[in-house]
């Protein structure tokens, strides 16, 4: 399933898609930075409640299909701006981390 179709599916709100068709490959959860970088598994929706430009950096390095902020996770327009110039596809929904996670799963293995 690509980062645009569970988007679309999971009602997510998007707050950057550079590369909608990227495959995602898991879920992903975790809100340690450094964890994070060493354990990400490439092509995973990674579901966190980190957000700042850390957290850009971190799915980069990893190769993240996307970064899901959980929680309403807020958002501050430098981040946005950085999600974009470096083409990161970053969402946004209301669930908690576990729910939104599991939920990625399911529709993936669908």
Request: charged letters at 20%.
């Amino acid at each position: 399933m690509t980062v645009k179709e569970i988007a679309e599916s999971m009602n997510l709100e998007v707050l950057h898609l550079g590369n909608g068709d990227a495959v995602i490959s898991e879920p992903y959860c975790c809100d340690l930075l450094s964890v994070a970088m060493g354990n990400a598994p490439e092509g995973c929706a990674w579901c966190t409640v980190m957000s700042n430009m850390n957290t850009l950096a971190v799915a980069s390095l990893a190769d993240a299909a996307c970064i899901i902020l959980c929680g309403s996770a807020s958002v501050d327009d430098n981040m946005k701006l950085k999600a974009v110039s470096q083409d990161i596809n970053l969402l946004r929904t209301d669930q908690p981390i576990f729910d939104t996670a599991l939920e990625v799963y399911k529709r993936i293995h669908a």
